[in-house]
């Protein structure tokens, strides 16, 4: 055969066999179990009255279904310049005009359509808020408020359109004309008006979050008309702790978040340059954590629960984005778009390629507060540039999976594209409360996060398939787990259509199957850009008998003393493995593994090393289980 060619075969055996390749998963049932917050299933935006009168009963009907947990209701930009006392506020990205914007009727919403659900409103540290709408540029006489390149344009207050588009009007308005002054009493006495007494009487336990505004760091581009140039950092950090402070003596139980920087860049640099203090240059996160250290110890007064930060990537390569969870917490994970991190150490490094921004901010926390700082992470503001349901399906499966593992607590996206509802009701309707840590032989591609139950009886493993056009066939391995005598089903979303699929908890586009019962280890198969959900049910331990559909397999005596006879009969010849557990689910030993053939089979098994007490014997045939008690006596 000719050389070239054989070497060919050869390479294409060998691609042929890596791509086939099995993943494995690893798990220990008993292993750490980790509470998580169910305040990562989280959105933005849900209710009625706010955010310009967006929000409708039937958004609020579908969160209900798919399990949202916490409502982000501020309006992002728009509840940097909100007047609660006149509920109104100023849109930044509309000509500043004043449009009516209503939180007490949205929180209102919260309490009697979405009981349970926890709220989170925001404070207003710019120090202008809106006044009037009698000063609205007429964007309906001008071009029937349609949008176009000059919509950023500075008109409420009198401006004078530039009809050539752009950011700059000919004349920019009066801000005197539709804005007042806001100090820090001004907005923390929304907690008397909507807890105190005489107020509206509203349950604090539904209304604990408050962002402590909104991107400070670029309020001279969000909002310049009344910010020209950014204001030092310093500057920012005394608004904050006016407010925060003010806020703490109001209502001690309540969540503080911030500072909730725009993107990455932001999380480095303060408009465009790091902060200079006490002769070092300091990245903004690092610097906005040691102010709050440094107050802290000063005053003894707590000034941050939730470190938050917002996150909007650029690229829209599917291969890329469906990587982006690993932006928060993975510490070799290689980032595209790294550009702010170049300068975390005040100068430009180039070398410096891996985010792990929350990583970072953990380090910063422990470094300035101490391990036991208490401080909690979240991201209240995401979105990717594409429009692929399956795509962003497995990049928000794979978030929410990490967020659950490194225990962050809040997390609600902006941008809600197809396939974001049907993960959410996938994840919020299938997991427990506690997470336990899961290893995957490819990472890179297919990530198992596990949550189980309280009893340690019912597991479900969220199962993601990144990769873009490849099934993934996988084995999952799970010590010190015995699972129940009935075929555990798979849930699965894929090959989402361009159209919203999700209406209800029953109308939706979740598929099930049911598995064959494992042999060895669980087998199964990943569809291409597949978001999973295997639940497994545990089978009963203690003094309980265990209910055998069929008396395959027979044991005795029973109880026995040196020597176990067991037998079990075969309708047909296969592969069959019998295992030995204790009562915490562990396996002890394999009694049996190999080709057994019809009919009656026998085997002898030498109980004298074993611990006198009580055993579980799994017997796996084909797709047939079946578990029997012994107890063996010495």
């Not at 009168?53 to 958004?59: Q, S």
């Not at 982000?72 to 009516?100: C, F």
């Not at 099930?512 to 494992?518: E, G, M, S, T």
Request: glycine fraction near 6%.
């Amino acid at each position: 055969m000719n050389k070239i060619l054989l070497t060919m075969l050869i390479i294409a055996s060998f691609c042929s066999f890596s791509i086939s390749q099995t993943v494995k998963i690893t798990l220990d049932a008993n292993s750490a179990k980790q509470p998580f917050s169910p305040y990562i299933f989280g959105k933005n935006n849900v209710l009625p009255s706010t955010f310009l009168n967006n929000g409708t009963t039937a958004d609020i009907t579908k969160a209900n279904e798919a399990g949202v947990r916490l409502v982000r209701q501020g309006g992002g930009n728009n509840s940097t310049k909100y007047n609660w006392r006149l509920k109104i506020s100023s849109h930044p990205d509309w000509y500043n005009n004043v449009y009516a914007n209503n939180w007490d009727a949205a929180a209102k919403n919260l309490t009697d359509k979405m009981p349970g659900v926890q709220g989170m409103w925001s404070f207003q540290l710019l120090g202008k808020v809106a006044s009037n709408n009698q000063n609205n540029f007429p964007d309906w006489n001008y071009n029937q408020s349609k949008w176009w390149e000059g919509v950023h344009q500075n008109l409420a207050g009198g401006g004078v359109v530039n009809p050539a588009g752009g950011s700059k009007a000919l004349v920019e308005g009066n801000t005197d004309l539709y804005l007042t002054q806001w100090p820090a009493d001004s907005t923390v006495a929304i907690i008397d008006k909507w807890f105190g007494f005489g107020g509206l009487g509203y349950d604090t336990t539904f209304y604990r979050y408050w962002n402590m505004d909104n991107e400070p760091e670029i309020w001279s581009g969000t909002h310049d008309d009344v910010m020209k140039t950014q204001l030092p950092a310093e500057d920012f950090m005394q608004l904050y702790f006016k407010v925060a402070k003010a806020a703490r003596a109001k209502f001690p139980g309540i969540k503080l978040v911030g500072p909730v920087p725009a993107n990455e860049w932001q999380w480095y640099r303060w408009g465009s340059d790091g902060i200079v203090y006490k002769g070092r240059k300091y990245c903004w996160l690092e610097y906005f954590i040691l102010r709050i250290a440094e107050e802290e110890s000063a005053t003894g007064i707590r000034l941050l629960d939730v470190l938050d930060i917002h996150y909007y990537p650029s690229s829209n390569e599917a291969a890329k984005l469906v990587q982006y969870h690993r932006v928060f917490f993975d510490r070799s994970y290689v980032y595209p778009e790294a550009n702010g991190v170049k300068t975390v150490n005040g100068g430009w490094d180039n070398s410096q390629n891996k985010e792990y921004i929350l990583g970072r901010c953990s380090d910063w926390l422990k470094k300035y507060k101490g391990e036991n700082h208490g401080v909690k992470f979240g991201v209240t503001e995401t979105g990717l540039a594409t429009s692929d349901p399956n795509v962003y399906a497995s990049w928000y499966a794979s978030t929410m999976g990490e967020f659950m593992k490194n225990d962050v607590e809040i997390f609600t996206p902006w941008s809600w594209n197809v396939g974001m509802w049907e993960t959410l009701h996938l994840f919020s309707r299938f997991r427990h409360t506690n997470f336990v840590n899961a290893t995957s032989s490819d990472e890179t591609y297919v990530s198992a996060y596990p949550t189980i139950n309280t009893n340690s009886d019912s597991i479900t493993i969220f199962l993601i398939n990144r990769h873009l056009t490849e099934t993934k066939n996988i084995e999952v391995d799970i010590q010190n787990f015995n699972i129940k005598n009935e075929q555990p089903k798979l849930y699965s979303l894929s090959k989402l259509p361009a159209n919203e699929t999700f209406v209800s908890h029953s109308q939706n586009a979740l598929k099930q199957k049911f598995i064959d019962l494992p042999q060895f280890h669980i087998s199964v198969q990943l569809e291409p850009l597949s978001v999973n959900a295997l639940v497994l049910k545990a089978a009963p331990t203690g003094n309980s008998d265990v209910h055998n559909e069929k008396s395959e397999l027979k044991l005795y005596p029973n109880p026995a003393n040196k020597h176990l006879n067991l037998e079990f009969s075969m309708p047909e010849s296969c592969q069959v493995a019998i295992d030995m557990y204790n009562l915490n689910g562990q396996r002890i030993v394999n009694l049996a593994d190999g080709y057994y053939p019809q009919g009656t089979n026998q085997l002898k098994i030498d109980t004298s090393a074993l611990p006198a007490g009580m055993y579980w014997i799994k017997l796996h045939a084909g797709s047939f289980s079946e578990t029997t008690k012994i107890i063996i006596n010495h």
